[in-house]
């Protein structure tokens, strides 16, 4: 089955869900190309063709897609499909937002956050907020899909496969990219950080959220927080973690003052190590935490980062 990749990327840094996204796209078969769209983008192409399994690399460079738009995307993708039996991009916000686009275009259901494949047409993906696994046939003549990045281990890097230019349709596109906010941080990325340090809305202040920060740089973690903290303005949005926020799955998952209401656990219940801080012995996150200490969070999480000095 041939396969289409969608590499995400941010114009300096190929992200890791592309190479978890081409792993997801060599267990559907192969042969297995990497779209790479933006402007200027040859460096992150080369980066592409050096993912194992890549047969070649397709680069659209052109400021259309600097930042990606569905509009635009579908517009170059739909006419490549022709060549491709499958168009798999990561969960992210670019991916959910142009894959439904691509797919009504080409008249086939798509399939969202793929975190298994049973077969050549048959797909795992989690419902009700993670608390079922639904498998599902694509009876389509394409599939075309997202896959959640955490559920797929990333592919390695092997010889650089070749890269061919795309020559870029005319189309007309009748949205514009107006702007965007993104907070800085020196800190890693949230979706795939190794460490993840959160708080709740039991911080109780965007001030207050300096310990977690504090506790985050000294073991190089990146910071999530509850939609709770989020909708109360103590972290920004990009930090939510769960259902409506990021999924991560990082080795360690330090959620403090975080209840653990089903929507979090979500995003976040795959981590390999679990520790909670919570000063409710009966708080549900201790249901799935390997570590958990009921403590108040106000004294429990200075010392903390104060002893791993
Ligand atoms: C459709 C939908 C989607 C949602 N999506 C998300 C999502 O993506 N992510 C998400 O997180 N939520 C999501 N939610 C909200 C979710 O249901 C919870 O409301 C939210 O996760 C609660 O956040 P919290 O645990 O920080 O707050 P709370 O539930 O209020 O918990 C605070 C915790 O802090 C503890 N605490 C209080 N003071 C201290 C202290 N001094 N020291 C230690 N512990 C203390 C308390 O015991 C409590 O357990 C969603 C809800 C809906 C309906």
Known sequence: MSVLVFAEHDGAVLKDATHKTVAAALALGGPVDVLVAGANAGPIAALAAAIE?????????????SPPIAEALSALIVPLMADYDALLAPATATGKNFIPRVAALLDVSPVSEIIAIPGPKTFQRPIYAGNAIETVESMDAKIIA??????????GTSENAPIENLAIPAFN????????ELSKSDRPELASAKRVVSGGRAMGSAENFALIEALADRIGAAVGASRAAV?????????QVGQTGKVVAPELYVAIGISGAIQHL???KDSRVIV??????????????DFGLVAD?????????????
């Open 146 to 155: 997202t896959v959640r990045p955490t559920a797929f281990k990333a592919a």
């Open 297 to 309: 969070l106000f004294s429990a999480v200075p010392e903390l980062t104060r002893s791993l000095d």
């Open 173 to 180: 596109v009748a949205t514009q990219f107006v702007g965007e």
């Open 276 to 289: 909670a801080i919570n000063k409710d012995a009966d708080a549900p996150i201790f249901q799935i935490a």
């Open 53 to 65: 399994g890549v047969r070649k690399v397709l680069l659209a460079d052109s400021q259309a897609f």
């Open 266 to 268: 979500a995003g976040m």
């Open 231 to 239: 909708d109360a303005g103590y972290a920004p949005n990009d930090y």
